[in-house]
Nanobody
Framework: QVQLAESGGGLVQAGGSLRLSCAASGRTLSVYNMGWFRQAPGREREFVAAISRGSSTTYYTDSVKGRFTISRDNTKNTVYLQMNSLSPEDTAVYSC????????????????WGQGTQVTVSS
């Protein structure tokens, strides 16, 4: 079983950038497809981005395409989410997730979740 811990969230002004990290422990990250999800107050958790085990495939939700980049370093057991051109609409708790099946945009495609890190974008 893998444990996931996110970091890198915080308060940033609109137009700014943040890089989120998701560190894995307990098992090597290379066996998992990885995803980032976010949940804003009063809204359901939504898919943000996903990356396959070997980084050959990435998925993004339309609202972050061209602004966010998901990447991974399996030697460091870490997945990243680089977020640029942030807007207040990106404010949410961001969580990473690990899946043993196929790379997925669905919450049900992931088996393990981190606790999340808060991202707040001020206007």
């Amino acid at each position: 079983q893998v444990q996931l811990a996110e970091s890198g969230g915080g308060l940033v002004q609109a137009g700014g950038s943040l890089r989120l990290s998701c560190a894995a422990s307990g098992r090597t990250l290379s066996v998992y497809n990885m995803g980032w999800f976010r949940q804003a107050p009063g809204r359901e958790r939504e898919f943000v981005a996903a990356i396959s085990r070997g980084s050959s495939t990435t998925y993004y939700t339309d609202s972050v395409k061209g602004r966010f980049t998901i990447s991974r370093d399996n030697t460091k057991n870490t997945v990243y989410l680089q977020m640029n051109s942030l807007s207040p609409e990106d404010t949410a708790v961001y969580s990473c997730a690990a899946g043993t099946g196929f790379i997925s945009r669905q919450r049900t495609g992931y088996d393990y979740w981190g606790q999340g890190t808060q991202v707040t974008v001020s206007s």
